[in-house]
């Protein structure tokens, strides 16, 4: 087995992680989005909680889940470490960089990945977190549609929301593509449909759930 | 011309630089940078300072052995070696600032010359085709696709130059390491090793100390032989494959 | 002194193959017994390091560069020559042969020139097998061009970078050996001196360029496979630290220095920009394919090459063609940059300067389009047009000849072994094949020939001969002579203190070899060069000032120590011109030429190589000839008309 620990422990390896790890978030992030946008139904909840409720106690979803948390988890705690290595690999900075010939938000993978850690602590502590305590200790789910009117009511979470989904997308939009260059997919016949679906996939998700906050703080949904 | 010249000063390995701003008054549009910086380091000769150091051998763009991060870039403004690059390039009266690469990987020696050895290291470490001389079949049995070799010279191209590390914000060496493991893994003739060379110089890169690949491309931009990303996406598919099928794993790099 | 060539005897097609018979053989168990050092990682270094580490010597490789890729031979673009006959055009080991040999202007050794030959189509093989990216046909199978006037299609390459390639190739093989453990390298390391007992080398005296330190290393047999030292003229296409300070010092160490003015003037290079230029940049070769070289008929003071178009055909003077109907603009490189020359001493060269001619590729780009130049040319324009700032797809090119390559260097028998048992030379630093003239691309080809496929050979006869027993220590008070000369030497040169930097005394150097022992020579001439150069010595060893300590990185006091020797050197290089009164290849001596102006040969008196024997300190050297004989081809006048 320590070819398996070379291979993880290995900066290849690391990224190898970082890509299979943002790759599975990210079809988390369409299930997610997906069912988040029956409130656009606008029919009191009764689409979103039935899927809601389906998301929660459906035993291979919520086996699936303990993967997703595990996800979150490497993602986050190997990007920091790769975060930190790269800072060591440059001890003495440059003292002039003008005009660099890559993208800012390319460069700033860990800032935005750190404002999302925030976000995320907020959301789950919204959401997830008090739901699943529910689920464990009484039995029953919380009626998150009802509690979504709640919070969102609030117009300092409301932007709080906006700013994280405005990171998600910067996230997004170079981590779509890099995951596919550090699996290695990268071909002249496909990279332009991967950009492609990679630019498509940085907006639409991210404005949708940006969408939902507003929509509900602006009571476009009752 | 004249110029305002900002350049990092250090004299040993040990000993903490800083910069020195100087004035070059006698600056023509023809000369390249590496002769503008003759031209003062004569200057400070005749005033009895010590010239400034920096690393050059062929000047004409191939040797790789020039290295300076002129104005927030590895070999200044255009996609080029510094040796190449002109002082037309530059405006009268302009401030150049002049840096030696940075990174952990790549110690500074003296001003602006830097230790690359690690680049070797990570060559020996299976940068080559296991074959002694003599006793190799006629050159014209092994038929190689044009394209193939157009694309395996393209990666062979790299001058060693280091200026994707300089460059990179993590100070990563995978587009230098991509580069020779992509060269062989296209042509048939570095087929047989080829798994153990991807494991070997990977190894090797990380005991070296250089950052990790986070895609930015920063690398590619700069290049000044326009070696491609795509290298690095072969690396990565040459290095997993090699790791989850080859026979006999021998990775850890050392010095 | 005594010295021979060792040339084995039989025919010529033979004498390799049974020299390799009658040579000792070291039993491979013993190899490792023995330690090599090979000084220089060019093509010609790498290439004999790799090649003897494999073999099972042990063997140390120094070079100056921070890395062995580094080396001079990486700059070569043009390409490499084998006698592979892969284009069914008529070309074999004879063929190159005879092409070498006329091309040197019946100055080389006919014996080596066909080994040369020989061993070429193995280079290829090797080199492929590791893995070099020659260009290929879109059959898979290798290409070829014609290269430098060849009649035959011979030239293997790598687009514009085949020296690089190689280079890249030899350093892979290289690698493999440090990782084995079999080469220990030593980077950033100059060698200072040779060490010689009882009349062999054993050992050298090398600075650690980055801390100072003077070390001393032994061994049973030592390579010099330092390169060329055109950088003597300060200007020229080479690297900017090539320098002679090795082969020199293992001349005053007792190797006789052969030919030292034949340097090739190569014709088609980027002419000086002013004062503060540094080297010159080759415009390869191959641009004479389908560019044009012309000047205007009557002097055009200051002539721009954005101007050239306004000069009307019929007032141009495509001279090469004029002159030599049947090879045009494709004549060698001598003949080439003379009449370039000539036409600028007629005042009709262009450019700001006046020194330069035009290279125009219009009617080529008219001919076959301007994608089909770009795609052969491309890096080329790009390069030009980066470094001049004028477009060549828009306007000619400008050109003038420039220092190129020195087919001088340190004398050796057919084994590669200099006058010094146990010291050898290989690739540039010898003198060995390329006679008065070098052919494009055929330097890449000797240096990997001595390399890859003679010295292994050669060496293991001397070593059989000696014995792994025969090896002086260290300590032994030989190396701690030499070491005292170095230091007395780096402390010299840091104590003058004077007015001078290297580099001006270096360009005056320059100045007056290129003005009297450059394409063309003359008795007055080589006399008044003679004379300022003794006087620059002096002024150098009174007037140079090298700031800095010996502890540490100091790049002046490298400069300085080269263009020490270099001043040593550019006598000897005048005195050895001085006393070929003939015209041969590049040597133009203005007395020596036939009535229409062409260089006139006297094989009668001049059939030789001059051997030059360094007789102490500011002694006259004593010149030794070694009479070349030629049994297998005809002596003519070369003619390109
Ligand atoms: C611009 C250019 C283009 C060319 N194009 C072609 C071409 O197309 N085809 C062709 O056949 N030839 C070409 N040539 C010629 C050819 O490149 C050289 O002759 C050849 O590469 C010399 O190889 P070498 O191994 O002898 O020496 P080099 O490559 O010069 O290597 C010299 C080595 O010696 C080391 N060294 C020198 N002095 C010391 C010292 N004192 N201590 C320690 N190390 C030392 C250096 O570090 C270096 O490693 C070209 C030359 C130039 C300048
Ligand atoms: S990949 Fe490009 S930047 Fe990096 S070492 Fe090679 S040539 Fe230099
Ligand atoms: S000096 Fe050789 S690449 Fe710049």
Not at chain 2, 103 to 131: C, E, H, M, W
Not at chain 3, 438 to 461: C, E, H, K, N, W
Request: with cysteine.
């Amino acid at each position: 087995m320590k070819w398996l620990i070379d291979l993880f422990t290995s900066s290849l390896g690391r990224k190898l992680l970082m890509a299979l790890t943002g790759l599975f978030l990210i079809s988390f992030l369409v299930i997610h989005c997906t069912i988040n946008a029956m409130i656009f139904y606008n029919d009191g909840g009764t689409t979103f909680s039935h899927w809601g409720h389906f998301m929660g106690t459906n035993p291979v979803i919520r086996t699936l889940e303990v993967g997703l948390v595990a996800g979150f988890l490497i993602h986050i705690f190997q990007g920091l470490l790769l975060w930190k290595r790269n800072h060591q690999a440059r001890p003495v900075k440059y003292s002039v960089s003008k005009d660099p010939k890559s993208t800012w938000y390319s460069r700033s993978m860990g800032l935005l990945g750190t404002l999302l850690l925030l976000f995320l602590i907020m959301h789950t502590s919204h959401f997830w977190i008090p739901n699943r305590t529910h689920q464990f200790t009484q039995g029953e789910e919380l009626p998150l549609y009802n509690m979504m009117f709640e919070v969102f009511s609030n117009p300092w979470v409301v932007f709080f929301y906006v700013v994280g989904c405005v990171s998600l997308f910067w996230h997004l939009l170079h981590g779509f593509a890099s995951a596919f260059q550090t699996l290695g997919l990268n071909h002249l016949k496909y990279n332009g449909i991967i950009s492609f679906i990679g630019t498509a996939f940085s907006i639409i998700v991210p404005f949708l759930f940006a969408l939902m906050p507003i929509a509900v703080y602006l009571k476009w949904i009752n | 011309m004249k110029i305002t010249l900002k350049v990092w000063r250090q004299k040993n390995r040990t000993t903490k630089g800083e910069f020195k701003t100087y004035q070059h008054e006698h600056v023509s549009p023809d000369m390249s940078f590496l002769e503008m910086m003759d031209v003062l380091n004569t200057e400070l000769i005749k005033k009895g300072e010590e010239p400034i150091h920096f690393d050059h051998d062929c000047r004409e763009g191939i040797c790789g052995m020039c290295s300076m991060y002129i104005n927030g870039h590895p070999h200044g403004p255009l996609q080029t070696t510094t040796c190449q690059l002109h002082m037309r390039t530059f405006k009268d009266g302009e401030t150049i600032t002049v840096e030696p690469w940075r990174a952990q990987a790549f110690p500074v020696i003296k001003d602006l010359v830097v230790d690359r050895s690690a680049f070797d290291r990570i060559q020996q470490a299976g940068g080559y085709v296991s074959v002694n001389t003599g006793g190799v079949p006629d050159a014209n049995e092994i038929p190689i696709s044009k394209n193939i070799a157009d694309e395996a010279f393209d990666s062979a191209a790299c001058i060693g130059c280091g200026a994707c590390v300089a460059a990179c914000k993590n100070s990563s060496a995978m587009l230098f390491v991509s580069a020779k493991v992509s060269q062989f893994a296209l042509l048939p003739q570095g087929h047989a090793e080829r798994k153990e060379r991807a494991e070997k110089m990977v190894a090797q890169m990380d005991a070296e100390g250089f950052g990790n690949c986070s895609n930015t491309k920063a690398c590619e931009a700069e290049c000044p032989k326009a070696i491609s990303v795509s290298n690095i996406a072969r690396l990565n598919r040459e290095y997993f494959s090699a790791m989850v099928s080859s026979y006999k794993v021998t990775v850890g790099g050392g010095e | 002194m005594k010295f021979e060539s060792k040339t084995p005897e039989g025919p010529l097609a033979e004498k390799w193959t049974k020299h390799k018979f009658n040579l000792k053989l070291v039993n491979p168990a013993n190899k490792r017994k023995y330690e090599v050092i090979v000084v220089g990682t060019g093509l010609a270094g790498a290439s004999a390091a790799a090649s003897l580490a494999e073999l099972g010597y042990n063997v140390k490789a120094f070079c100056f560069q921070d890395s062995p890729r580094r080396a001079h031979s990486i700059a070569a673009q043009g390409g490499i020559n084998a006698a592979k006959n892969y284009q069914n055009d008529g070309d074999s080991v004879y063929r190159l042969f005879y092409d070498t040999i006329k091309g040197g202007d019946y100055r080389s050794r006919e014996a080596n020139v066909y080994r040369l030959a020989e061993v070429s189509v193995n280079i290829i093989d090797q080199c492929v097998a590791q893995g070099v990216p020659f260009a290929r046909e879109y059959g898979g199978l290798l290409a070829n061009r014609s290269f430098g006037g060849a009649q035959v299609s011979r030239t293997f390459y790598a687009r514009g970078q085949t020296g690089q390639q190689l280079l890249l190739g030899a350093y892979s093989a290289l690698n493999r050996q440090i990782a084995n453990g079999k080469v220990k390298m030593y980077t950033r390391t100059e060698m200072l001196d040779v060490v010689v007992t009882d009349g062999k080398a054993r050992g050298i005296i090398t600075r650690d360029l980055v801390t100072g330190k003077i070390e001393a290393h032994s061994a049973h047999a030592v390579l010099l496979c330092t390169g060329g030292y055109g950088n003597v003229f300060y200007l020229s296409t080479n690297a900017k630290g090539s320098n002679v300070t090795a082969a020199w010092r293992a001349h005053k160490k007792g190797a006789l220095f052969a030919n030292p003015c034949f340097t090739q003037i190569h014709p088609t290079c980027i002419p000086v920009s002013g004062d503060h230029q540094s080297k010159l940049t080759l415009m390869s070769e191959s641009l004479r394919n389908d560019g044009r070289v012309w000047v205007p008929k009557t002097a055009h003071k200051g002539l721009k090459a954005k101007e050239a178009a306004s000069i009307p055909e019929s007032d141009r003077d495509y001279f090469l063609e004029r002159k030599y109907p049947s090879f045009g603009n494709l004549v060698p490189r001598d003949v080439a940059s003379r009449n370039g020359k000539m036409m600028c001493d007629e005042g009709r060269g262009v450019g700001a300067t006046g020194l330069a001619v035009f290279l125009d590729f219009a009617d080529a780009i008219k001919r076959v389009g301007r994608d089909v130049i770009s795609a052969k040319y491309g890096n080329l324009f790009d390069m030009y047009k980066q470094i001049t700032g004028d477009d060549p797809y828009e306007m000619p090119m400008m050109i003038f000849p420039a220092v190129h390559y020195t087919m001088g260097g340190l004398w050796v028998d057919y084994n590669l072994m200099t006058s010094v048992p146990g010291l050898y030379a290989l690739g540039e630093a010898n003198y060995s094949d390329h006679g008065a003239n070098r052919l494009g691309a055929s330097a890449l080809m000797q240096g990997l020939a001595d390399g890859y496929f003679v010295i292994p050979y050669t060496i293991g006869d001397y070593l059989a001969h000696l014995g792994w027993n025969d090896k002086v220590g260290t300590d032994h008070p030989a190396f701690k002579e030499a070491i005292d000369g170095v230091n007395a030497k780096i402390s010299k040169l840091l104590s003058i203190k004077g007015k001078k930097t290297v580099d001006e005394l270096h360009r005056e150097l320059g100045l007056t070899l290129w003005e009297h022992c450059g394409m063309s020579r003359n008795e007055e001439g080589l006399k008044a060069a003679k004379k300022k150069i003794q006087e620059l010595r002096a002024d150098f060893w009174q007037n140079v000032n090298v700031l800095g300590g010996s502890n540490e990185l100091n790049m002046e006091l490298e400069k300085a120590g080269r263009v020490a020797d270099f001043m040593e050197l550019g006598e000897l290089m005048v005195d050895d011109a001085l006393n070929r009164k003939e015209s041969c290849g590049c040597h133009f001596r203005e007395e020596s030429q036939t009535p229409e102006g062409e260089a006139l040969r006297i094989d009668s008196d001049y059939a030789f190589s001059s051997a030059w024997e360094y007789k102490g300190e500011n002694q006259p050297e004593e010149l030794h000839k070694e009479e070349l004989h030629f049994e297998n081809v005809k002596l003519t006048q070369r003619s390109y008309k």
